[in-house]
Each structure stands twice: as C-alpha cells, then as structure tokens.
C-alpha cells in the first residue's frame, strides 16, 4: 500500500495532446507522409532484393546448366521451383508494400494534390478512411493478385528464359561415340526419353511443365476489372 506522499510522487498519465489549429493539423500530415513514405521505401527495397536473388538464381543455374552438354535437365526444373518461391515470398512482401503505398497515395491525391491544383467539389471523406486504416490495417490484395502482379512485372521473363534454355537441354542430345557433339532429338519419343527424371517418365514431367506455364500464361495476361491507378499507363510498381 502506498501512503498519501508516495501517491503525489507518481506520475500522472495525460491524454495526447491532438491539434487544435489548421498549421498543427498540416505540421502532423507532413510528418505522418515523411513516415509512410519511409516504410513504402523500406519494404520496396525488400521487393527489390527478392527480385535480384531470383536473377542470380536464374543465371547461376543457367550457367551450371549450359555448361556442359552432360548437365541434367533437372537443374532448370530445379531453378523454376527456387524462382517461384522467391515469386511467393516477393508477392507477400508487396501485400505490406501495396498497404503503405495505398496510404501515401490517398494523402498525395486528395491533399497535396488539393494544394497545387485545386479542382471542385472534393470531399474529406479520404480523411475518415485514413483514420480507419490506421485503426484496423487491412490487406489490399490477396496473394494470387499480388503474384499475378509481380508475375508480369518481372518473373514471367525469368520463367520464359528457363523455359528456352530447358527446351534445349531436353530436345538436344548426346550421341553415343561423342560424348561432346549435340544433336537434335530425331523423335518424340526421344524427347520424352530425355526428359525423364530418374523413375519419373517424361510425358509426366512435360505435363507438369505445361501446366505450370499455362498458369504463368494465364496470370501473367489476365486484367481484374477495376485497376484503379494500376492501369495500364499509370505509373506503378
């Protein structure tokens, strides 16, 4: 139990001090954009890493690969497994980005934009929505949107370049008195022979390449209805 004096000695806890004038509201937003604008860059700049650890997978794995004429196939389907993972860990990282970046747009468009070119009949309803996001942050997109997106900023490029270098691996062969010359397959059947993985046959390998690249196709294409400022044009991550 504490007695009257020690009482008086504990601090008392003040309610936040909120601004009160039109220039203490303006000194907040600034320095509230200066932050968000930091962690936009901070989380941009982890989307950049991934995509240049996806690079240096690719072309390491391309250079094991087409190294020699003896590499196996199996590095390249090796390297689509290691660029699609970075592909899932960049798509969460751009879900965090897209949050802060959602943020720092709402401010430029509806305030600072206001101050440079001021049009009619705006509405301050951008504040309340802010104040909600900033109670109960929320997720944009889903993670199928955010890979889709990624997929056709830079990753659809990286999978066609280990598409074409697995194509010659695996229609390219060695013939048997030259371990060195290549030639091409003379048959389907070849190709299916050399596109076999250990016990797993090559048709069954070739079906889960098409099916993988149609999904690439397909994501890397297709358009959602409403881009918003993610139209094409616009300028965009």
């Not at 303006?26 to 690079?55: K, Q, Y």
């Amino acid at each position: 139990m504490l007695d009257g004096s020690q009482r008086n000695l504990t601090p008392a806890v003040q309610a936040p001090v909120f601004p009160g004038t039109p220039n203490e509201f303006i000194t907040v937003l600034a320095h509230f954009h200066r932050a968000e604008i930091a962690r936009m860059a901070g989380w941009r700049d982890r989307i950049d890493r991934t995509s240049n650890w996806a690079i240096t997978v690719v072309a390491a794995l391309l250079s094991v690969s087409l190294s020699t004429p003896t590499a196996h196939h199996g590095v390249l389907l090796f390297a689509m497994l290691l660029v699609l993972l970075l592909l899932v860990i960049e798509a969460r990282r751009y879900r965090f980005f897209d949050v802060y970046r959602n943020r720092v747009r709402r401010m430029e468009r509806n305030y600072f934009a206001q101050v440079f070119a001021p049009v009619p009949d705006t509405s301050d309803d951008w504040v309340r929505a802010l104040g909600e996001d900033l109670r109960r942050p929320l997720f944009l997109i889903d993670l199928p949107r955010a890979m889709a997106r990624r997929l056709r900023r830079n990753y659809c490029w990286m999978f066609l370049i280990l598409l074409l270098a697995w194509l010659v691996k695996t229609t390219t062969t060695n013939p048997p008195e030259n371990s060195v010359q290549m030639r091409l397959v003379q048959s389907f059947g070849e190709w299916l022979s050399n596109a076999a993985i250990g016990p797993i046959p090559g048709w069954i390998v070739m079906l889960v390449v098409a099916a993988f690249y149609s999904w690439v196709v397909v994501a890397s294409l297709r358009r959602p209805e409403s881009q918003g400022e993610m139209a094409f044009g616009d300028v965009h991550v």
